[in-house]
């Protein structure tokens, strides 16, 4: 029998590891409020988020960019926090599901999920409302089909979806007409 | 368009709460990014595990050179085999709850490698990220052996195994001769099939931090479905005492069995904790979400035997399923067949083949929901051979009694489901010859199946404590992976003592709450609702004597059967003017709190006479493309009969999802072997299919009336596993119905449609 020999499954070793990279300085804002990280390069948004800000709110369910759940809104605009670097982000308007609601007032998205029952175990599901929120300000959703569609980078393994469709279509509707070009 | 909930009535009785669709209570939580899971307790000082997976699936390390990553400033430990501490030797150490008979994996216990993908090394840094590119540098030396990972090849050496797990039974011994009848049977079917390995993959990930306390003490914040079964397993392994190990999970990102066991990212983490006198977490990355249990690739063969009217007159049930070297995983796949339909000649055989895998793992209905849809596309293909509604086909042979034990069932509301479902589909609408509903290039396909799932209940005990400004507070180390149990049990522990649901919290997953079982088979609402709703009789007692005893009071002498608990007041039957707040009564008898503790025991007795379980009737559409053989699920109503629901909203939902499991077992996922390597080599969501939100359409849950005092005092089976059971043959039925091809490969991907 062969005996393979190598790297572990990780990946390739190198022959003269390169030294781990200093921290940089990263200035941004985060739920409204200005702040200034010290993160090495290598650190992605959705870690800076959840290890250097504890703000945890932000899930890590593939790290991969394939499932979704660490969706948060930068520039407004809904994005994998997992696929961005934290210091991509410089200078960027960063808001997370802690930053959704006001005081008190859940967001109407926060609102609607509980009354729709759009999620079981919780772990996707404020990926599921950040992506939701920038669903809406995208305007491009007008059918039930379409949210399906438009949510579908957003995995749910409880399959809430039924309802997730329900508790954005209940906002939707309750939203005034959107105009029909829509923002990118 | 989206269903909307069937909601049966609530119980008619003022401050009624069990029943009302009430929104979870822990919604705001998960919702606002508050609730905390197993890798979100950070702590100052907190160091960051990363694993290394084995690259081979049978053989042995001879070396691992970790001089470079140890190297990197930073980098404070690596663990292995040559360097861990000292570990059990004995198995039953290693053994947790759900163990079946064998030896538990030990991580790095020594140089042999079981299985791809094995932990065999953990590095320990000051970040994740120094830990993730340590792990990189680390290099391993094989020494590889021949694997097997092939189940065709590996069944020529089945054996059939004992009763070598909890809850696992034996097929019973055949009855009648069913292979004689097959042979004899003016009508027959006989159809082999074959269900893909799938991983659980709840979206968190597994991960487990450990904050280690300066006296040594440890609390583990891990993603499991039992507390207790954490604090066993990591207390007998380190041998450390119960008193210096608390295990704290409020939350669960999903788990559907994957956190029956304590999986190896806890091992590593308390050892590193325990190594270093340092909090630490280790957090697996999705493809190693494949390198543990798994739902356990099957063959299986169904052969039924009938008259031309449909009454059958042969079952036969064959499965053979994968398991590891070390360990006999069982689960029950073939047993339904004896129980479904009444048949005189029945014979069912079940047997595990080993091989170079990781034991597999209860995964959602655990063997009913591979065995039953054999069974369920069987009695189609035999409809389809009679010219048979297939509906018929399974009146014609119901049962009220179990057949595999002669016992009545204790309820068993199939009819009903049978009845709502199809009138709520429109079944009497089905034009029967396949292929006779297309709709231009949409071939259109409608396919039923029955399901069916065990009522189980364990021993669980619960704490309560009552304040007098009349608020509840109710404990139970269960968990809640997303079930709902936190607002199930707090409507019922309201319910009991007529409070408003504001006024009750509920608290679980902590090991310093009394004992619950593992949550799985459906059962929590069973045994801790149980426990709960005892507790909280009992205080409801002690309140009714504390008013009773006050001589000038308006309750004087009366018993608890003769009050009402509404709206935190005791108020007589008789005249409801005559009342006393709880506040009133606790502070007239000098109480501030009042405190009690419960276990609930199942009724065994009354259990042992009858046959318990779960149904449901499922009927579903899809539409086939005759060009690209895709398949959308285009509508699908589950009518199930599963006693008293407690939470219509919850339990609906825990239904959906469960089509939803259904959907991806029929048409999507399957993790897929590389033979030469023996490993799963779709190891994440981009190679992995699970159904997406644009993959789920209509789905319509009906709840049947089911009145039954004989599984728990709440008359309540659960509804986790029931959902699923038999979706994937009401789909793969529908395929047939819309192409007239039989395909019993799960799962039905295009390619297998367009080869038919």
């Known amino acids: ?184 | 368009m989206i269903a909307k909930p069937t909601i049966p009535a609530p119980l008619d009785r003022p401050g009624s709460q069990i029943g009302k669709p009430v929104s979870r209570v822990d919604g705001r939580l998960k919702v606002t990014g508050g609730a905390k899971y197993a890798a979100e307790f950070n702590t100052p000082g907190l160091a960051h595990g990363y694993i290394v997976s084995s690259a081979i699936a049978r053989g042995r390390i001879l070396a691992i050179d970790t001089a470079k990553a140890l190297a990197l400033p930073g980098v404070l430990q690596v663990f292995t085999h040559e360097n861990r501490p000292s570990l059990p030797w004995f198995d039953r150490k290693w053994k947790d709850d759900d163990a079946p008979k064998g030896s538990p994996f030990r991580p790095l216990y020594d140089a042999t490698i079981h299985h791809a993908l094995q932990p065999i090394a953990l590095v320990v840094a000051e970040s994740f990220e120094l830990a993730r590119y340590a792990a990189r540098l680390i290099h391993v030396t094989y020494e590889a052996d021949e694997h097997q990972t092939d189940l065709r090849a590996a069944k020529a050496d089945a054996f059939t195994p004992g009763k070598d797990k909890g809850g696992f039974q034996p097929p019973p011994k055949p009855r009648g001769d069913a292979d004689r009848a097959l042979a004899e049977a003016e009508v027959s079917v006989d159809l082999n099939f074959s269900q893909a390995v799938e991983h659980h993959n709840p979206m968190e990930m597994h991960a487990s931090t450990v904050i280690y306390h300066t006296d040594g003490s440890l609390t583990v914040h891990d993603k499991t479905q039992g507390p207790i079964n954490t604090q066993t397993y990591v207390c007998n392994v380190f041998d450390l005492s119960k008193d210096s190990v608390r295990v704290i999970s409020p939350f669960v990102g999903g788990a559907f069995g994957s956190g029956l066991r304590p999986q190896h990212q806890l091992f590593m983490a308390v050892l590193a904790a325990t190594a270093l006198k340092r909090s630490v977490r280790v957090e697996l990355t999705r493809p190693q979400m494949f390198s543990f249990g798994h739902r356990p690739e099957t063959l299986q063969r169904v052969a039924l035997g009938a008259k031309r009217d449909g009454t059958l007159t042969a079952v036969i049930h064959e499965a053979v399923q994968e398991t590891s070297q070390t360990e006999n995983y069982v689960e029950v796949v073939v047993n339904w067949s004896g129980q479904q339909y009444k048949c005189d000649n029945v014979r069912l055989d079940y047997k595990l083949a080993r091989m170079d895998t990781h034991t597999p793992l209860d995964q959602r209905a655990p063997g009913a929901a591979i065995g039953v849809p054999a069974l369920e596309i069987a009695m189609d293909e035999l409809a389809a051979k009679l010219g048979m509604d297939p509906l018929e086909l399974r009146l014609k042979n119901y049962t009220e009694v179990d057949p595999n034990t002669g016992k009545p069932f204790s309820s068993k509301e199939l009819r009903a489901c049978f009845q709502q479902g199809a009138e709520r589909f429109g079944w009497h609408k089905r034009s029967h010859a396949p292929r006779s509903m297309r709709e231009g290039r949409q071939l259109v396909g409608w396919g039923m199946a029955t399901g069916v799932w065990d009522a189980m209940q364990g021993q669980a005990v619960a704490s309560a404590k009552l304040g007098i400004d009349g608020t509840l507070t109710v404990g139970s180390a269960t968990a809640d992976i997303g079930p709902g149990t936190y607002t199930a049990m707090t409507q019922i522990a309201a319910d009991i003592l007529g409070l408003p649901i504001e006024k009750v919290s509920f608290q679980l997953g902590d090991t310093n709450l009394p004992m619950a079982p593992l949550q799985g088979g459906s059962w929590t609402v069973s045994s801790v609702g149980s426990a709960v709703k005892a507790v909280c009789d009992r205080l409801r007692d002690k309140l009714a004597g504390l008013a009773a005893g006050l001589n000038d009071g308006p309750l004087k002498g009366l018993k608890a059967d003769d009050l009402t608990f509404a709206d935190g007041f005791l108020i007589a039957k008789s005249d409801p003017s005559w009342r006393l707040s709880i506040t009133e009564v606790m502070r007239a008898n000098d109480l501030l709190v009042l405190e009690d503790e419960a276990r609930s025991v199942p009724y065994y007795k009354s259990q042992m006479k009858h046959a318990l379980g779960t149904h449901s009737a499922i009927f579903a559409e899809v539409r086939v493309d005759e060009d690209l053989g895709t398949v959308q699920v285009t509508r699908v109503v589950s009518a199930v009969a599963a006693g008293r629901i407690i939470n219509p909203k919850t339990a609906r939902s825990q239904i959906l999802g469960a089509v939803v499991w259904g959907i991806g077992m029929a048409l999507e996922e399957e993790s897929m072997i590389d033979q030469r390597l023996g490993r799963f080599m779709n190891h994440d969501f981009g190679e992995y299919h699970i159904p997406v939100n644009a993959d789920v359409h209509d789905i319509d849950v009906i709840f049947v009336e089911e009145h039954d005092d004989i599984v728990n005092p709440l008359g309540a089976k659960g509804v986790g596993e029931i959902g699923i059971v038999g979706v994937p043959a009401a789909i793969a039925n529908a395929i047939h119905h819309a192409t007239g091809k039989r395909l019993c490969d799960l799962p039905i991907t295009l390619d297998k449609i367009l080869e038919a």
């Open chain 1, 1 to 184: 029998m062969s005996q393979p020999t190598g790297p572990a499954f990780q990946g390739h070793a190198q022959k003269q590891p390169a030294p781990p990279p200093d921290a940089m300085e990263v200035s941004l804002t985060i739920n409204g409020s200005r702040k200034t990280l010290h993160v090495a390069p290598w650190t992605s948004l959705l870690d800076a988020l959840r290890l250097h800000l504890d703000l945890t709110g932000t899930k890590k369910g593939c790290d991969h960019g394939q499932c979704g759940a660490c969706t948060v809104l930068v520039d407004g605009r809904r994005i994998n926090s997992c696929l961005t670097l934290a210091v991509m982000a410089e200078g960027r308007t960063v808001t997370t599901i802690e930053g959704l609601a006001s005081g008190d007032a859940l967001h109407p998205l926060q609102e609607a999920f509980v009354e729709q029952d759009a999620f079981q175990c919780g772990y996707c599901t404020p990926g599921q409302i950040c992506s939701a929120v920038g669903l809406l300000e995208e305007g491009h959703a007008k059918s039930d089909d379409d949210i399906r569609e438009l949510m579908s980078g957003n995995l749910c393994r409880c399959g809430a979806y039924p309802n997730i469709v329900a508790a954005i279509r209940q906002v939707m509707d309750a939203q005034p007409a959107a105009n029909d070009g829509g923002a990118s």
